[in-house]
């Protein structure tokens, strides 16, 4: 259950940092400045969606602080874990090229070890994500609770437009663009 929350707060978290890009209102914050926290889901807090956030639920100068210093170690550690993740891509796709019994022999070790940094790096947003929610009082929980629904599409709506369309298009043939 505590897990979902974490979850459902990195989604809020997400959405609100488009919000903010979209409008054209994200600022940055003095040593925070530049890259975003996120990568494979995207969900997490740069500069400028932290702040944005921050004025909503109204966090305290230490609050804000707090914070900042959870997503500057979370993305340090994410930073050192992408770039294992890399090393591993490249040497699957050098590995490609080789002959199959040195390709079949060494391809599981790779792919497990890119699950990992992949696992690793779920459990790192995970964990400032927990720290972050941790730092909110009741209120400011309730408060992004309800951000979150607020911004949450309908239920049982999701994939539907899609499905509508390829439903359309069914037996029309390729596009003729």
């Known amino acids: 259950m505590h897990m979902r929350r974490v979850f459902k707060l990195a989604a809020v978290a997400a959405?609100?940092?488009?919000?903010?890009?979209?409008?054209?209102?994200?600022?940055?914050?003095?040593?925070?400045?530049?890259?975003?926290?996120?990568?494979?889901?995207?969900?997490?807090?740069?500069?400028?969606q932290l702040e944005r956030l921050a004025e909503f639920l109204n966090l305290t100068d230490q609050q804000?602080?707090?914070a900042r210093a959870i997503w500057e170690t979370a993305?340090?550690?994410?930073?050192?874990?992408?770039?294992?993740?890399?090393?591993?891509?490249?040497?699957?796709?050098?590995?490609?090229?080789?002959?199959?019994?040195?390709?079949?022999?060494?391809?599981?070790?790779?792919?497990?070890?890119?699950?990992?940094?992949?696992?690793?790096?779920?459990?790192?947003?995970?964990?400032?994500?927990?720290r972050f929610w941790n730092l909110l009082t009741p209120e400011q929980q309730q408060k992004a609770s309800e951000l979150e629904k607020l911004l949450k599409p309908p239920a049982g709506n999701s994939g539907k437009q899609k499905?509508?369309?390829?439903?359309?298009?069914?037996g029309k043939g390729p596009r003729k663009d």
């Open 15 to 48: 959405i609100s940092s488009a919000l903010a890009i979209a409008q054209g209102q994200g600022r940055q914050l003095g040593a925070a400045k530049g890259k975003g926290f996120g990568g494979f889901g995207g969900f997490g807090l740069g500069a400028p």
């Open 64 to 66: 804000l602080e707090q």
């Open 75 to 130: 993305r340090a550690e994410e930073d050192q874990l992408e770039t294992e993740a890399g090393k591993i891509r490249q040497q699957i796709q050098e590995l490609i090229k080789a002959p199959t019994a040195e390709f079949d022999s060494q391809i599981q070790a790779l792919l497990t070890a890119y699950a990992e940094a992949e696992a690793q790096e779920l459990a790192i947003k995970a964990r400032a994500m927990n």
């Open 163 to 170: 499905e509508n369309k390829e439903k359309e298009n069914k």
